[in-house]
């Protein structure tokens, strides 16, 4: 009777890669590589000469780093670096006190329409922000007469046009909200028996557990900050206040119109608090993206 064993090299063969997969595969690297593409030769120009940047290379012949301080210089990004500092910290800090209590109040208490109320506020995530723009700022002027009457400064070219229209964000409070609803009951009927209420519960139980969501509402919150260009460029008419997007713009447009490669580097010293942001939260950037279901 034939031997009918299988040989060892026959048994670890592999199967072959089906088209479909490979097309799939190919088709995300040159997705990923299209993403990618920019910036490196964003970075990559940032360290080379002029002559270099206008002739089309790739790679810096010899790495230029005086550039960035040359950008930093002639752009006066100390000052738009420093205005931006404070326009994210202080925009953060009230979107925090803001949206936390009403993302639990949305998902723990029950009051008469807060369905209704939850929907119309999900609804304006549809509204284009240019749309918003007129209404905001005769809103802000509004508000600006009436806090410079009483308060003795006004909202326009002053940190409360950049950073109070913000911290009651829609969307954050929808992504803290989902979370929040996936809390086990069992941990509110303990801490009732216990004598706590809804604060103590939210201070206690509530935000120890929601580390991961609040960090992801940071790391947008931040994002969407550090980069406004449109909204400061209509309430701010003096560099007083102005955060470094617009410092950016000024430069490229009228301060150096011919020098890419300082440009470049521009871009790359704006870029760079968000990079080391999302290198530090990356983990709980993740798991608050995929903790946060959308349980209705």
């Keep these: 009777m034939a031997?009918?064993?299988?040989?060892?090299?026959?048994?670890?063969?592999?199967?072959?890669?089906?088209?479909?997969?490979?097309?799939?595969?190919a088709v995300l690297i040159l997705g990923l590589l299209q993403a990618l593409f920019p910036l490196f030769w964003m970075l990559s120009a940032s360290l080379m000469s002029l002559t270099e940047v206008t002739s089309g290379y790739l790679l810096p012949g010899e790495m230029r780093f005086n550039n960035y301080a040359e950008a930093w210089q002639k752009a006066q990004f100390a000052q738009f670096m420093w205005n931006s500092v404070r326009i994210t910290v202080i925009t953060l800090v009230g979107q925090m006190l803001v949206c936390i209590p009403a993302a639990y109040a949305f998902a723990r208490?029950?009051?008469?329409?807060?369905?209704?109320?939850?929907?119309?506020?999900?609804a304006t995530l549809m509204i284009p922000d240019v749309a918003t723009l007129i209404p905001n700022y005769l809103t802000v002027i509004w508000f600006g007469r009436l806090s410079e009457s009483l308060l003795g400064f006004g909202?326009?070219?002053?940190?409360?046009?950049?950073?109070?229209?913000?911290?009651?964000?829609?969307?954050?409070?929808?992504?803290?909200?989902?979370?929040?609803?996936?809390?086990?009951?069992?941990l509110w009927d303990a801490a009732r028996i216990d004598g706590a209420g809804h604060l103590r519960f939210l201070w206690a139980v509530v935000l120890p557990l929601s580390r991961a969501p609040i960090m992801t509402s940071v790391t947008f919150g931040f994002i969407g900050s550090w980069n406004a260009l449109l909204w400061p460029l209509l309430v701010t008419q003096t560099d007083a206040w102005r955060p470094i997007g617009v410092g950016l713009t000024k430069f490229v447009n009228s301060d150096?119109?011919?020098?890419?490669?300082?440009?470049?580097?521009?871009?790359?010293m704006m870029i760079l608090p968000i990079l080391v942001l999302y290198f530090f939260t990356q983990k709980s950037f993740t798991q608050g993206i995929a903790s946060t279901g959308l349980k209705g």
């Design 256 to 268: 150096a119109p011919t020098e890419l490669h300082l440009q470049m580097a521009a871009a790359v």
């Design 3 to 25: 031997d009918q064993r299988i040989s060892p090299a026959r048994a670890t063969a592999r199967k072959p890669i089906p088209w479909g997969t490979l097309v799939i595969y």
């Design 155 to 186: 909202w326009i070219n002053n940190w409360p046009s950049l950073t109070i229209p913000f911290m009651a964000s829609a969307f954050t409070i929808f992504l803290l909200r989902q979370f929040f609803m996936q809390i086990p009951e069992d």
């Design 109 to 122: 208490m029950h009051f008469f329409g807060r369905n209704t109320l939850f929907a119309v506020m999900l």
